[in-house]
């Protein structure tokens, strides 16, 4: 890591520590007892002490370990969405395909730099493949359903995942040496915006988007947090 990355890095981490006094304080006021919001903030303020820690020392390894980091992200990600699916015995070829091959692949291409195929890899290939894999165990229930779940479930968790470690790949002039810092730029921006539609929510939010699916989240909530971090992406223009 270059010295403007060590930097980043420190900023974040006052910042970290600057939350967890602040989340510390919050619990000494509630005297001890059960708060849901100071407790859920605090939970999330742990959860970015070790986000933070993890992406650091893969920095600090280099473009190998930034890779590798990403793909278990992948990985695990994929894992749950498919927990959440119901299959059939019949679909496991293509479910094999997806985590052994496919997922390995897609990472494969991006550390040796194959964006014509990286691109098109799972879109367009992976798809064609995967509806075959699965009529193979002659089980038509639901086929097509059965089919786009594990498609989607790779376009979601694995294509559009790996696009953050492919950001190391782009060639920038002026810029030679220094592409982790757009996955920190990428990173930064993606949880402020979580952490202050979270805050705005809290402060204004009234009218729900979509309380079936997500009872915390609203309108106010959903604005507020995007115009902020969108000046805050501004602000790390450099």
């Known amino acids: 890591m270059d010295r403007q990355t060590l930097m980043l890095f420190g900023g974040i981490g006052a910042f970290l520590l600057l939350a967890s006094v602040i989340g510390f304080i919050l619990k000494r006021r509630a005297g001890g007892t059960a708060n849901p919001v100071i407790d859920n903030l605090n939970a999330r303020i742990n959860a970015w002490w070790v986000m933070v820690l993890v992406i650091g020392i893969a920095f600090w390894l280099g473009t190998t370990a ?17 927990t959440l699916t119901p299959t059939r015995r019949s679909d496991y070829p293509a479910l094999v395909a997806a985590f052994y091959l496919a ?6 291409l991006i550390y040796y730099d194959w964006y014509g195929l ?6 367009v290939y992976v798809f064609l493949l995967l509806p075959i894999l699965a009529s193979l165990g002659g089980d038509s229930t639901h086929f097509l359903e059965r089919a786009s779940k ?23 002039a002026g810029y030679e040496g220094r592409n982790l810092l757009l996955i920190a730029y990428l990173v930064i921006v993606v949880q402020m915006s979580d952490v202050l539609q979270y805050v705005c ?16 989240k609203t309108v106010e909530g959903f604005v507020g947090g995007i115009l902020l971090a969108s000046l805050i992406g501004c602000a790390l223009w450099w």
């Open 66 to 82: 930034v890779i590798l980091l990403f793909y278990t992200v992948s990985f695990y990600a994929l894992r749950e969405f498919m």
């Open 103 to 108: 997922l390995p692949l897609q990472y494969l």
């Open 118 to 123: 990286f691109s098109i890899f799972i879109p």
């Open 150 to 172: 594990v498609q989607w479930g790779l376009m979601i968790a694995v294509f559009c995942v790996s696009h953050v470690p492919a950001l190391l790949t782009l060639d920038i």
């Open 201 to 216: 929510g809290k402060l204004f939010g009234k009218r729900k988007i979509a309380p079936n699916l997500s009872p915390s």
